[in-house]
Every structure is written in C-alpha cells, then in structure tokens.
C-alpha cells in the first residue's frame, strides 16, 4: 500500500507518511479535505487529493446517509459517558496519529529538502535562463552591427535576412525577454537551441583555433540545456555557473571584434535592396 506525504496549500511543512486508510480516518475526523495536498513522487511535485481519481474515492468514499435508531436502556440514556466515548476515542486515534506523522524523521526531512531545492531551483531558472540568453544575443549580433546599421539607413531592412546569425539573434532575445516575464513555456525550444551553441560554438572555435571559444560555447550550450531540466537547486547553480560564465564569455569576445572576420562571410544573397 503506497504511503502519501501531506500539507495544507497554505503550509509548507509536510505530515507522513500515511496510507489511504489512515487519509480516510483524517478525512473522517474533518482534518483534511479534497483540496488538500498530496506529494506525487513520478511528477514530483505536490497535487491536490481531488485530482487524483483513485486515491479520492479511497479517501472521500461516496456515502448514503443512513439514519437508524437503537433502542437504549434507561441506564444508557442516563450515561452521558456511554455516548461520548466513541467519539473522544476517534479523536485521540487522530490526535495520535498527527502526532506521530509530525515527528521529524529521516524520511520527512528528505522530502521536506527536496521540496525546498525544488522551490529555489524553479525560482532562480526563468531569470538565470533569461540572462544566458540575453548575452547569447549580444555575441550573435554585435559582429552585424555594421550590416545592421547599412540596412537601416539604406531603407533596406529586409536585407538583414540574409544573415542567418542575426535571426539567431533576434529569436535569442525574444527568449531572454520571454523569460524575465517567467514565461516557462518556451523550455522545449531552449533545449534544441542549448545543443545548438553546444554544437556550432566547438565548430567555431576550431575552425578560428581557439580552445577559449570552444571551452565556451560548450559551457554555455550546456548551462542552457540543463538549467531547463534540473529540479535541484545544487544542479541549477552549476548550470547557472556554466551557462552564464560560458556565454558570457562569447559575447566579450564578440564586442572586442573577435569573430567579426568569421561573421563577415556568413550571408546569402537571396534579398536584395532593389
């Protein structure tokens, strides 16, 4: 029978671990109800009890209300105590078996640590993310500055379009935007895109000789991809180290003029400014 941690939504501390009839004892006693969390271990994160179909049915059982009358003895009647017992027993099965779950055991402490390097990880992603990807922006565009300015003041705007750099830059900068407004959907798109500086940053390096920009692009490709996997707060500042120290490095490297004799010939001709 699988055992379940469980908090209120407004709480962080967690109670268990229970199993399902002991969560049907706390459901009948009123100490829980189907808004209350459970700690789901595939997903990884805390869902409440009335999203999962099976575990509700075994905790909050459809019942009929059933109304039946028991023929007492003038004594029981008498007896407040013969009334009162059961449920002052009731009572203090659950008092003792909250008790028992709030004790600070090895198990409760590991879930309650994972829980909290889960928050902090989620917290630190979106704008650490955002970051790597605004100075991946400024390495890809500031060798087309130059290209930028012409198409500009020559009215050509469409021009730039032959430069595929600077439409990697372009997207890169609406990620780094769409991220600093914690807009997490768009994860899938940064790991494709983390391989792709992996990839093309060591073929970059090579062909110019230098093992810096290899070092980079592969710190920086990797910091990107695995910021956007990670659910442990240890692994997410790694990746922040990487990913922001990695493409940090590139875009120097691009503001000194370092790749602008490689940029310079990578272009089509496909739009024309006629």
């Known amino acids: ?17 229970f199993d399902s009839s002991q969560l049907l004892t706390l459901a009948e006693a009123g100490q829980i109800t189907e808004n209350t969390l459970y700690y789901d271990e595939t997903k990884e994160e805390w869902i409440p009890i009335a999203l999962n179909e099976r575990l509700q049915k075994d905790v909050f059982p459809q019942r009929e209300k ?91 705007h469409s021009t730039v379009f032959n430069y595929p750099f600077i439409l990697i830059g372009l997207f890169d900068f609406l990620m780094a935007a769409f991220l600093f407004l914690a807009v997490t959907e768009v994860y899938p798109l940064l790991r494709g895109r983390g391989m792709l500086t992996f990839g093309f940053g060591i073929y970059l390096g090579w062909s110019l000789g230098d093992p810096i920009i290899m070092a980079a692009s592969a710190a920086g490709g990797f910091g990107i991809f695995y910021a956007t996997i990670t659910q442990s707060y240890s692994t997410m500042l790694l990746s922040m180290l990487l990913g922001i120290g990695g493409n940090g490095i590139l875009a120097y490297l691009a503001m000194v003029g370092r790749f602008s004799e490689f940029f310079d010939g990578v272009h089509f001709n496909i739009i024309t400014s006629g």
């Open 66 to 156: 059933l109304s039946l009358k028991v023929h007492q003895t003038p004594e029981e009647q008498a007896d407040p105590e013969t009334e009162s017992a059961p449920v002052e027993q009731e009572g203090l099965n659950v008092e003792a078996m909250l008790a028992a779950a709030e004790a600070d055991t090895e198990e409760t402490r590991h879930l309650k640590k994972k829980d909290k390097s889960f928050q902090k990880a989620a917290a630190l992603s979106s704008s650490g993310i955002g970051l790597m990807m605004l100075l991946s922006a400024v390495f890809l565009l500031m060798p087309h500055l130059s290209v930028v300015n012409q198409a500009f003041s020559e009215e050509a």
């Open 1 to 17: 029978m699988a055992d379940y941690y469980i908090r209120t939504p407004d709480r962080e501390e967690s109670r268990g671990p």
